[in-house]
């Protein structure tokens, strides 16, 4: 089996589950699609997951109501062994990218992080993955009974519902005390949706003008449409906006249906992370600037006078 390890939070899905599965099927690995779901209360991650994979094991179980990197990678190599996995498949979270490495040891298994392509080659597993800070592309290989492997979020496309909702079986599991515990938790209160989960992004470049205006324009037109919220790496640099809604080869790379580019001039860095985008909507007041080769709708025009009247035309259709 191709061994996915769910990523859920708050009751949902994560996409990034969705995008393993198309890793998965893309990977030309053997063995039935598989999702693994992890925690407690997971009935909901559980049925929605099943849409999608080939079946679905289910561990709900007090000990995995918080995540921890030990208990996650004890619990994926144990039914990965059990099940004979031909290929681990893990988020490229942050806990994701944490624990695998504990997975692929335990498993003696080659691992493969970050991943933005899976194939076959013959019965070698082919993977592209980025490298020197994103200047470079690799394509690695490797052959082995069980491989492990990070997917990197937002670099393939999301799985649409198989034709037949999977099988759901409940697992076992023996799984250690966790020598790590979390005392504390603080969540930043955001009403906006996550990057990496909006069906809709705006995102604002150095052509917005300054931070101020990246508010009002920017989060303003993107809190009207209930869009998330991106940024270039220059607006970062520049130190207007949080390293998290960076957007491009060294930030995150982001498929929504609608990718809404106010102020940005498309350079190959930034396309990369958003270029596969359904809808590429710019506004730019240069009509040479690069965004447009790639746009699907693009207004030639400043920024500061167009978004002010699409923030009012939105709260109409409201
Ligand atoms: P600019 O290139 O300065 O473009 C601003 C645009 O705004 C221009 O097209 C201009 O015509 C337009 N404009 C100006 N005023 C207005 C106005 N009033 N109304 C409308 N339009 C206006 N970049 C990323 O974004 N993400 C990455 O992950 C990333 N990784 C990188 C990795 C490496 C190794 C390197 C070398 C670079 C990377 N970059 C990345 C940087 C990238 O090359 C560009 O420098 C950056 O994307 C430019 O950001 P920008 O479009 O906001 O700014």
């Known amino acids: 089996m191709i061994l996915i390890v769910a990523e859920h939070a708050g009751g949902k899905l994560a996409k990034s589950t969705l995008e393993m599965v198309s890793a998965a099927r893309e990977s030309g690995r053997e063995g039935p699609v598989t999702v693994l779901v992890l925690g407690q209360g997971t009935a909901d991650v559980a049925n929605d997951a099943a849409k999608y994979a080939d079946q679905v094991l289910v561990a709900d179980l007090p000990q995995l109501a918080t995540y921890n990197a030990e208990v996650w990678a004890a619990a994926t190599a144990q039914i990965a062994q059990e099940g004979e996995a031909s290929t681990v498949v893990i988020g490229g979270s942050r806990s994701g990218r944490e624990y695998a490495p504990r997975v692929a040891v335990k498993l003696d298994a080659p691992y493969l992080e970050d991943v933005i392509r899976l194939s076959a080659n013959g019965n070698a597993l082919q993977a592209q993955r980025y490298t020197y800070l994103a200047r470079v592309t690799e394509t690695v290989e490797a052959e082995a009974p069980v491989i492990v492997v990070t997917v990197k979020p937002g670099s393939f496309a999301p799985a649409a519902p198989a034709a037949a909702a999977g099988e759901q079986y409940d697992v076992e599991l023996d799984l250690p005390a966790p020598r790590v515990e979390v005392t504390g938790k603080s969540v930043e209160k955001s009403s906006r949706v996550a990057l990496t989960e909006a069906d809709v992004i705006v995102t604002g470049g150095r052509g917005v003008g ?5 508010a009002t324009y920017v989060e303003g037109l993107a809190d009207r449409i209930g869009a998330g919220v991106g940024a270039t790496r220059a607006v970062v640099d520049a130190g207007w906006r949080p390293y998290a809604e ?4 060294t930030g995150k790379t982001v498929q929504p249906k609608a990718y809404v580019a106010l102020g940005v001039s498309g350079a190959v860095q ?8 359904k809808y590429i909507i710019a506004i730019n007041k240069d009509a040479e600037a690069p965004i447009f080769k790639v746009a699907d709708y693009g207004i030639v025009g400043d920024v500061n006078q167009i978004v002010p009247a699409l923030i009012e035309a939105a709260g109409k259709s409201q």
């Open 210 to 214: 300054s931070p101020e205006n990246f």
């Open 246 to 249: 960076q957007v491009g080869q």
């Open 270 to 277: 930034h396309l990369s992370g958003m270029g596969k985008s």
